[in-house]
């Protein structure tokens, strides 16, 4: 997660603060943006580059299973006609 989305997050979680607490707003906003990167630093993510290319793989993936699919469909037809209705 880029920067400017944590201290996006980081100022929205000031804002819904009691003004007393507003105070020690540098602190705070020091410690949420720690806690967040900490935290987000933890979860298995991928960057959208990464996914978007997985996801154009996986639809070539699909492309070509759905091709091999029919095409031993087709083979087994073939087979299936010519030997009659047993294959052994």
Known sequence: MDTFRIDEVARRLMDNLPPAFRATQRDLESNFRAVL????????????????????????????????????????????GSAGSSPF
């Open 37 to 80: 990167r900490s935290s987000l630093g933890k979860l298995d993510l991928v960057t959208r580059d990464e996914f978007d290319t997985q996801s154009r793989v996986l639809e070539r993936t699909r492309a070509r299973l759905e091709a091999l699919e029919a095409r031993v469909r087709e083979l087994e037809g073939t087979a299936g």
